[in-house]
C-alpha cells in the first residue's frame, strides 16, 4: 500500500498532523513513530515526571558533545520516544511565547507567523477548562487547565517573588508574560494531556489512518530530489505520485534524517560517505536552546520529597489520584515567572521555573530529604550550536555540540538570572521555609557555578530553520527547499527560539502548516 502523507515522529508535531491529514477519508496517511505506545502509567500521572528520565525505553537519552563553556562536560538531554513524543515526558506548562517573538518570526518567514495570526491558531487549538475569551480559547482539541493541587512551597515562592516587587501574574498568556504566578497545564482531569491524547486518541480508528510504533525511519527515499518513501529496518514504505513525506521527528531527529538522507551540508555529508542529493548548508545548523542554573535549598517536610516518613503522605496521595486529585496531579514546576535582566529591554529575556522538590541528574538520582529548587533560563541566548552526523549508521545517535555560553552575552545574562533567582529564596516568604541553600551554597565564584551546573530546560529548536530568505533549509510552509514533496513540520522550523516553553508553540506549527496543506 502506498500513502498519500508519510509522517515521521508521533510527537508534538506529529499527532497534531496525523489527525488533520487524515479528517479527509480518501486520504491516506501513515504515522511512524521509533519508540513504543504510551501505555507507562507514570506518562499520564503528572507526578509520574520525575522518574521518566530514568526510562531509557520511552527516552532517546541523548548527551551533547563535550561543552567547552561548560568545563567540557556532556550534558543529558531527554527526548521522547514514543507516541506523543516530547509531549508524553515533559513538564506539561502551556505557554505561548511573547508576542514580539512572533513579530521577529515573521520578519525572516513572512506575515503567516505574525502575532495575530498565530495567536488565533494558539486560541482555535486550546480548550481552556479554566480561563476564557478574550485571551483563551475554550472548544479546541488541547486541554489546558489549572493544576489542580499547588504545593503551599509555590505559593511562597509567589509571595516571595513580589516582596523582591515582581508582579503578580495571573495568566501567563495573556497581555504580558512579566511576572510570577502559577502555570497552567496541559491536563485534564488530572491527567497529562499529550499530543497523543489530544490528536490521536479521538481519530485512532480511522481506516485510513495507519500508526506505526517501534519504528524507526532509516531515511527518506528519492527518485532524483523528489521523495518517494521512507526505510525501516525490514521494508519500505512509499508514497502515491504527488504525495509527501513529512519529518516531524523533532528539533534533533529531524535534522539527523534530513542528513541520513543526502540533504545537508555537502562536504559533511560527503565525509560520513553520504551522496548529496541537495547541499544544504543550514540543516543541523542554528541549534538554540535555554541553558538553565539552578538555586536549591533544604526545607522541612512541606516540600515534595523522599523520606520514610512521607509514606502516609504518598498513601493519601496514590488515594486522591484515583479521582485526578492530588499532590500526584503536580507537574513539579507548579509555578515560575518572566523578568528582564535589564529594564530597558522590550520583554523579559528570564524565564523561572519553581519547583517545590530537590530534582537531581534531571530526576535520574534519587533525591533523599526534602528541598526546593528555583530555576532559572537565558530565553534569548546568542549562541548556536549544530546537530551533525557522528556515523552514518542511522541506529548511532547524532553529534549535539550546543555550544553553550560561547556569545560572550549569555553568561552575563545567565549570572544576572542567578542572582535575580537567589534574591527571591532569599525574600522572607521563602527564606522562613528555607534551612540552608545547599546550591550554589557557600560557592563565592558564581561564574564558575554556572560552568560547573548549568543544565538544559529542554527547549532545543531551529535546526531546520523556515524563512523566505533561499539560505532557509524550509520555506515559510516547511517545504524542504531543492527538494519535492518533503516536508520538515516540528520544532526544528523555529527562525529564532520563543522567550517561553516550545510544546505549544510546536503544536501551532503543526496546525499552521496542516491549514495550508488541506486548504
Ligand atoms: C523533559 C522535558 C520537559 C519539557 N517541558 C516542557 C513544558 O513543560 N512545556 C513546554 O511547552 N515544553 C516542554 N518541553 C519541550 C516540548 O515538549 C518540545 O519542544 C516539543 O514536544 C517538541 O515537539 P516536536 O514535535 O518538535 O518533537 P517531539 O515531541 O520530540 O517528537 C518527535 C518524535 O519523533 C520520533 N522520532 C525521532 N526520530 C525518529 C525516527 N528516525 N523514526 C521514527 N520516529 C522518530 C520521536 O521518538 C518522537 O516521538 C519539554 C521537553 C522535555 C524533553
Known sequence: MSFHYIIVGAGSAGCLLANRLSANPQTRVALVEAGPPDHNPLIHMPLGLALLARNRRINWGYTTEPEA??????????????LGGSSSINAMIYMRGHPLDYRDWAATAGPAWDWPAVRQTFLDLEGNTALGPPHHGTTGPLAVSDLRHVNPLSRAFIQAGTECQHPTTPDFNADTTEGVGLYQVTQKDGRR????????????????LTILTGQQVQRVLFSGRTATGI?????????????????????????????????????????????????????????????DITVQAATGPLAIGLAPRVLPRALRAAWAF?????????????????????????????????????????????AWGFGLTLHVCDLYPQSRGTIRLASPDP???????????????????????????????????????????????????????????????????????????????ADPQGRIRGTTGLRVVDASLMPRIIGGNTNAPTMMIAETIARTICA
Not at 494531556?193 to 485510513?208: E, G, I
Request: charged letters at 20%; hydrophobic letters at 35%; proline letters at 9%.
Open 395 to 473: 541506529a548511532a545517535p547524532p553529534s549535539i555540540a550546543a555550544n553553550y555560553l560561547s556569545h560572550p552575552d549569555d553568561l552575563p545574562t545567565l549570572l544576572q538570572g542567578l542572582h535575580l533567582a537567589r534574591q527571591i529564596t532569599q525574600a522572607p516568604a521563602l527564606a522562613r521555609h528555607i534551612r540552608h541553600e545547599t546550591r550554589p551554597g557557600t560557592a563565592t565564584d558564581l561564574v564558575a557555578d554556572i560552568r560547573q551546573r548549568a543544565e538544559t530546560i529542554y527547549h532545543p529548536v531551529g535546526t531546520c530553520r523556515m524563512g523566505t530568505d533561499p539560505a532557509a533549509p
Open 193 to 208: 494531556f499529550s499530543s497523543a491524547r489530544a490528536f490521536l486518541d479521538p481519530v485512532r480508528h480511522r481506516p485510513n
Open 322 to 366: 484515583r479521582k485526578g486529585q492530588g499532590e500526584l496531579t503536580s507537574n513539579v514546576a507548579e509555578a515560575g515567572g518572566f523578568a528582564k535582566s535589564d529594564p530597558d529591554r522590550d520583554r523579559p529575556n528570564l524565564q523561572f521555573h519553581f519547583i517545590p522538590a530537590f530534582i537531581h541528574d534531571h530526576g535520574r538520582k534519587t
Open 69 to 82: 563553556e561548560l568545563n567540557h562536560r556532556r550534558l543529558y538531554w531527554p527526548r521522547g520516544r514514543v
Open 231 to 291: 526505510r525501516l529496518a525490514t521494508r519500505d514504505l512509499t508514497l502515491t505520485q504527488g504525495g509527501e513525506v513529512i519529518l516531524s521527528a523533532g528539533a534533533i531527529g529531524s535534522p539527523h534524517l534530513l542528513m541520513l538522507s543526502g540533504i545537508g551540508p555537502g562536504d559533511h555529508l560527503q565525509a560520513m560517505g553520504i551522496a548529496p542529493i541537495h547541499h544544504a548548508p543550514e540543516v543541523g545548523a542554528n541549534l538554540a536552546d535555554h541553558l
